[in-house]
């Protein structure tokens, strides 16, 4: 297929708006003043405060323990209510899917105050327990509907040559079912994840005093200054997602590198 | 069907006792953990070869500190007043303590236990948001005034009156909070701030409503950047923050308005449900430490309000007369007083409709445009079922 110089044009300059704010994060993580928009020379100076902020730290580390134990939790009950409603009536199965809907399309600063309300109203203290449960409620629909289309795929029959042969509820969950939706699983769990790190409104409204994450940090900072410590942060989380990405590209490109491998000595045979 | 329910609610529970572990994780090794609350960037943390307040506090009495941030007073009187949340130290601005005491929601200091008030200024204690001075022990303090750029603006700049100059249209910035916001309108119609009247509040509204066609943006820290970069030429800012942004600007200028402006204090407290009060009051004794005092006013760079720590400063900081300005200057300053619940709100409600005001806005568009999205997706949905329908 061959591209005009226009459509060339129009994709770089949607692929530059869309990527050079991060270039200039990470450019003035290595800025000498505290200056946002004034390079003054280049530093690490940065990076190594960053390393004695408890502060900043301690609010990452409560951020990535608050997104581990989330995408966990919301992984396993998404993955088990969409498996319940793969076998629901068609009636019930829409009805679910409504209320499945219901967070998502919901505003989340509704949910953030209706829960922040319902928390208080059981007089439950707020920390770390609020903050994961308001997460995960929040999250289970992603995974459900992640999950979903992929069962979707799954031809039904499987499960039930699967039991005429002496399968029992658990072996076909975790020998057909899962096997086939493994990728929507997947993708699900790292979509909550993706979404509990990032997280602001919500955990405003649910989060307590043990349980400060790294956005509600940041926030903080803006009555005095966004300290440019965030800055060497974000570059560092950046670079961390970046080889993630890199890395399953690669695993995926290796994996149709084999295919095709093995389909042409298919051929030739 | 039954195993699938047990495998859920297996599942389900061990997930539980994973996040049950997590949160114990920051407990662990203290009997007693303190909740402190304070503004972001207030206190030393260990960066900038600075002491790591908290870090120390803990080494030195075993006592943990679960220490978090919030932007604004507000913020930290929502989270107080909520429920669910329990501090036992907060740091808050003296309107907010004043009304805080006037809600009964702050507890009595035993200042036994904090022998090292002694070191805090005398002009500094039993301010009239605290006049018994049982409530608060100031942890820092400064003043309201004007900066801007002496190369762009050459005009003499002395009151708050130029805020509101034609001249400087779309170069002015503004606080984007009401309560300074509204000071600055009450001082220029010179009307005391902590007036207690409607048609006070209403007509600095008006005034403020007057200034928004000028006004380039309503900031809280974004003005760092606009006032360094010259995008902004003047703005109404904190006398710390503003020495930070002069060390970054040769040409800016601070000058205290002719009017008289806000003296802010902000100081530790105690709310009435702190569950270690007494963990509580060594911590704040901790906090007026000369050493711990000095570390955070270099931190925060703000006027520290410890006497010890203000003969440790560095001459140039001690000399500076924008952090500490002569007694003539300070005498033209006031703090701000809790008015009332009602008119903090009433002002509230002012200033959110001075911010969404907008000539052309009529109040249908909202709803209006919600029914229409109603309307259309059931249309849509009927007329999908009616070709279905058809198509059968």
């Given at each position: 297929m061959?591209?005009?110089?226009?459509s060339?044009?129009?994709v770089m300059?949607?692929l530059l708006?869309?990527?050079?704010?991060?270039?200039?994060?990470i450019t003035?993580?290595f800025?000498?003043s505290?200056s946002?928009s004034h390079?003054?020379?280049?530093?690490?100076?940065?990076?190594?405060?960053l390393?004695?902020?408890?502060?900043?730290?301690?609010?990452?580390l409560n951020?990535?323990?608050?997104?581990?134990?989330?995408?966990?939790?919301?992984?396993?009950?998404?993955t088990?209510?969409?498996?319940?409603m793969?076998f629901?009536s068609?009636?019930?199965?829409n009805?679910?899917?409504?209320?499945?809907?219901l967070p998502?399309?919901?505003?989340?600063?509704v949910t953030?105050?209706?829960?922040?309300l319902?928390?208080?109203?059981?007089?439950f203290?707020?920390g770390?327990e609020t903050?994961?449960l308001?997460h995960?409620?929040?999250?289970v629909?992603?995974?459900?509907?992640?999950v979903?289309?992929?069962?979707?795929q799954?031809d039904?029959?499987l499960c039930?040559?699967?039991?005429?042969?002496?399968?029992?509820?658990?072996?076909v969950?975790?020998?057909v079912?899962?096997?086939e939706i493994?990728?929507?699983?997947?993708?699900?769990?790292?979509?909550?994840?993706a979404?509990s790190?990032?997280d602001?409104?919500i955990?405003y409204?649910?989060?307590?005093?043990?349980?400060?994450?790294?956005?509600?940090?940041?926030?903080?900072?803006?009555?005095?200054?966004?300290?440019?410590?965030?800055?060497?942060l974000?570059t560092?989380i950046f670079?961390i997602?970046?080889?993630?990405?890199?890395?399953?590209?690669?695993?995926?490109?290796?994996g149709?590198k084999a295919k095709?491998?093995h389909a042409r000595k298919g051929?030739?045979? | 069907?039954r195993?699938l329910?047990?495998?859920?609610?297996?599942l389900v529970l061990?997930?539980?006792?994973?996040?049950k572990?997590?949160?114990?994780?920051?407990?662990?090794?203290?009997k007693?953990?303190?909740?402190?609350?304070?503004?972001?960037?207030?206190?030393?943390n260990?960066?900038?070869?600075?002491?790591?307040?908290?870090?120390?506090?803990e080494?030195?009495?075993?006592?943990?500190?679960?220490?978090?941030?919030?932007?604004?007073?507000?913020?930290?009187?929502?989270?107080i007043?909520?429920?669910?949340?329990?501090?036992?130290?907060v740091?808050?601005s003296?309107?907010m303590?004043a009304?805080?005491?006037a809600?009964?929601?702050?507890?009595?200091?035993n200042y036994?236990?904090?022998?090292?008030?002694?070191?805090?200024?005398?002009n500094l204690?039993?301010?009239?948001?605290?006049?018994t001075?049982?409530?608060s022990?100031?942890?820092?303090w400064?003043?309201v005034?004007?900066?801007?750029n002496?190369k762009?603006i050459?005009?003499?700049?002395?009151?708050?009156n130029?805020?509101?100059d034609?001249?400087f249209?779309?170069?002015?910035?503004?606080f984007?909070?009401?309560?300074d916001?509204?000071?600055?309108?009450?001082r220029?119609?010179?009307?005391?701030?902590?007036?207690?009247?409607?048609?006070?509040?209403l007509?600095?509204?008006?005034?403020?409503?007057?200034q928004?066609?000028?006004?380039?943006a309503?900031?809280?820290?974004e003005?760092?950047d606009?006032?360094q970069?010259?995008e902004?030429?003047?703005?109404?800012?904190y006398s710390?923050?503003?020495?930070?942004?002069?060390?970054d600007?040769?040409?800016?200028?601070?000058?205290?308005?002719?009017?008289?402006?806000?003296r802010?204090?902000?100081?530790a407290?105690i709310?009435?449900?702190?569950?270690?009060?007494e963990?509580a009051?060594?911590?704040i004794?901790?906090?007026?430490?000369?050493?711990v005092?000095?570390?955070?006013?270099?931190?925060?760079?703000?006027?520290?309000p410890?006497?010890?720590?203000?003969?440790?400063?560095?001459?140039n900081?001690?000399?500076?007369?924008?952090?500490y300005?002569?007694e003539?200057?300070?005498?033209?300053?006031?703090?701000?007083q809790?008015?009332?619940?009602?008119?903090?709100?009433f002002?509230?409600s002012?200033?959110?409709?001075?911010?969404v005001?907008?000539?052309?806005?009529?109040?249908?568009?909202?709803?209006?445009?919600?029914?229409?999205?109603?309307?259309?997706?059931?249309?849509?949905?009927?007329?999908?079922?009616?070709?279905?329908?058809?198509?059968?």
């Amino acid at each position: 297929m061959k591209h005009g110089l226009g459509s060339k044009i129009y994709v770089m300059a949607v692929l530059l708006f869309a990527h050079i704010p991060m270039f200039i994060l990470i450019t003035f993580s290595f800025n000498k003043s505290r200056s946002r928009s004034h390079w003054t020379g280049f530093t690490f100076t940065w990076y190594n405060k960053l390393l004695h902020n408890s502060e900043i730290l301690q609010a990452a580390l409560n951020t990535l323990v608050v997104a581990v134990v989330v995408s966990v939790v919301a992984t396993v009950l998404g993955t088990v209510s969409a498996v319940g409603m793969y076998f629901l009536s068609k009636r019930l199965q829409n009805v679910m899917t409504i209320l499945t809907n219901l967070p998502i399309v919901n505003p989340e600063i509704v949910t953030g105050v209706s829960l922040m309300l319902m928390f208080t109203f059981l007089k439950f203290n707020m920390g770390f327990e609020t903050l994961i449960l308001a997460h995960v409620i929040s999250n289970v629909p992603y995974v459900v509907f992640s999950v979903l289309p992929k069962l979707k795929q799954m031809d039904r029959h499987l499960c039930d040559v699967a039991m005429d042969l002496g399968c029992g509820w658990l072996q076909v969950f975790f020998k057909v079912i899962l096997p086939e939706i493994s990728p929507g699983v997947l993708s699900g769990f790292l979509i909550v994840v993706a979404f509990s790190l990032d997280d602001f409104v919500i955990s405003y409204f649910t989060s307590g005093p043990t349980s400060q994450t790294l956005p509600l940090a940041i926030f903080a900072m803006t009555r005095k200054r966004v300290s440019p410590e965030i800055n060497a942060l974000s570059t560092i989380i950046f670079m961390i997602a970046l080889i993630i990405i890199f890395a399953m590209q690669y695993r995926e490109f290796q994996g149709v590198k084999a295919k095709q491998s093995h389909a042409r000595k298919g051929q030739g045979s | 069907m039954r195993n699938l329910a047990i495998l859920a609610t297996g599942l389900v529970l061990l997930a539980v006792i994973v996040a049950k572990q997590s949160m114990l994780y920051n407990k662990k090794n203290a009997k007693i953990s303190i909740n402190v609350s304070n503004w972001g960037e207030f206190m030393s943390n260990g960066s900038n070869s600075l002491m790591n307040v908290n870090y120390e506090f803990e080494k030195l009495t075993g006592v943990h500190v679960n220490y978090t941030t919030v932007s604004s007073n507000e913020e930290a009187y929502a989270k107080i007043k909520g429920g669910g949340v329990s501090y036992d130290v907060v740091i808050l601005s003296d309107y907010m303590i004043a009304r805080m005491i006037a809600e009964k929601r702050l507890a009595k200091l035993n200042y036994a236990n904090i022998p090292n008030i002694v070191n805090i200024m005398p002009n500094l204690k039993k301010l009239n948001y605290d006049p018994t001075g049982e409530y608060s022990v100031a942890y820092a303090w400064g003043t309201v005034g004007i900066v801007y750029n002496s190369k762009e603006i050459k005009e003499e700049v002395d009151g708050f009156n130029i805020l509101w100059d034609e001249k400087f249209k779309n170069e002015i910035l503004m606080f984007s909070n009401p309560r300074d916001a509204f000071a600055i309108a009450l001082r220029k119609l010179n009307i005391s701030f902590n007036t207690r009247r409607k048609e006070d509040i209403l007509a600095a509204a008006k005034e403020l409503k007057k200034q928004k066609h000028l006004i380039q943006a309503y900031v809280m820290d974004e003005i760092f950047d606009k006032m360094q970069t010259e995008e902004a030429l003047i703005a109404p800012y904190y006398s710390g923050d503003v020495i930070n942004m002069m060390n970054d600007n040769q040409n800016l200028k601070f000058v205290f308005p002719k009017e008289g402006t806000n003296r802010f204090v902000d100081a530790a407290c105690i709310p009435i449900n702190a569950k270690y009060k007494e963990a509580a009051e060594l911590y704040i004794n901790f906090l007026c430490e000369p050493g711990v005092a000095l570390n955070n006013a270099l931190y925060g760079n703000c006027s520290t309000p410890n006497i010890k720590a203000f003969d440790l400063l560095p001459e140039n900081v001690k000399n500076n007369k924008v952090a500490y300005p002569d007694e003539q200057t300070l005498k033209n300053t006031q703090s701000y007083q809790f008015i009332s619940t009602e008119l903090e709100e009433f002002m509230d409600s002012l200033w959110v409709e001075i911010m969404v005001a907008d000539e052309n806005n009529n109040v249908w568009v909202m709803p209006v445009f919600i029914f229409v999205c109603a309307a259309a997706t059931i249309s849509l949905g009927v007329l999908r079922s009616h070709n279905k329908r058809q198509r059968v």
